[in-house]
């Protein structure tokens, strides 16, 4: 069964500095999507992604966030400047549609010192 | 029921008992709902879905009722067991043809009783 691959599985990064988590979405899926979700508490949607723009952002990706789809099959998401509050599980998501229910990748575990 | 905050609701469950979790939400122009299981470490997993023209669903083992009126979902899980101890969210996806968005409850801990 097809799935959704991220890496790293848990990073580890100084306040202040940039981070890159990456995902590889289902191959012919086309609408992607970032959720973190902080220990304990509900996922919470970052952004979606088609169509090589983002279509939608929550309150949560201010300019520090970006996404990027670099290639045909990585999708990315880069804080540029970490903060203690950053810390969290990142799930990457996609789906072949609009409107149907994405498939998650195991997540990231970015832990922010 | 819904909480925010780290404390989630939890359900007790005795194996073989059947288990049912509720869900409320907000938005009335919603028009597709989704339970998710989710084990420690590991990210959502999709149980079943339903769209806003009906009420029931079934599934493996699994019901989801919708009731619009009152804007509650429930999810019941028949004869419980082990494997199904986990956290349960439902969501309510919204959104456009460039993409929808899932917004997730702060989900029910199920724990399942030997």
């Known amino acids: 069964e097809p799935e959704v691959t991220q890496t790293p599985s848990h990073q580890v990064t100084q306040m202040g500095q940039e981070v890159i988590l990456r995902c590889v979405p289902i191959?012919?899926?086309?609408?992607f999507y970032w959720y973190r979700q902080i220990l304990g508490q509900k996922v919470e949607f970052l952004v979606s992604f088609y169509n090589n723009e983002i279509s939608e952002k929550s309150e949560i990706f201010d300019d520090q966030f970006s996404v990027e789809r670099p290639d045909g099959s990585n999708f990315t998401l880069k804080i540029r400047s970490t903060k203690l509050e950053d810390s969290a599980m990142y799930f990457c998501?996609?789906?072949?549609?609009?409107?149907?229910?994405?498939?998650f990748g195991p997540g990231t575990r970015l832990t922010v010192t | 029921g819904e909480s925010v905050g780290l404390h989630l609701p939890t359900l007790s469950v005795q194996e073989g008992d059947n288990s049912i979790i509720n869900c409320a939400y907000s938005n009335s122009a919603s028009d597709y709902f989704i339970w998710y299981k989710q084990e420690s470490g590991k990210g959502p997993q999709f149980i079943i879905d339903?769209?806003?023209?009906?009420d029931k669903r079934q599934g493996q083992r699994v019901t989801v009722l919708l009731n619009k009126t009152v804007k509650h979902l429930s999810l019941q899980i028949a004869a419980t067991q082990p494997g199904d101890s986990a956290v349960y969210f439902c969501a309510e996806n919204s959104g456009n043809t460039g993409g929808f968005k899932t917004i997730f409850g702060a989900g029910t801990r199920l724990f399942v009783k030997a």
């Open positions: 998501a996609s789906t072949i549609a609009a409107g149907v229910d994405p498939y």
């Open positions: 339903i769209r806003s023209n009906m």
């Open positions: 191959s012919n899926h086309l609408y």
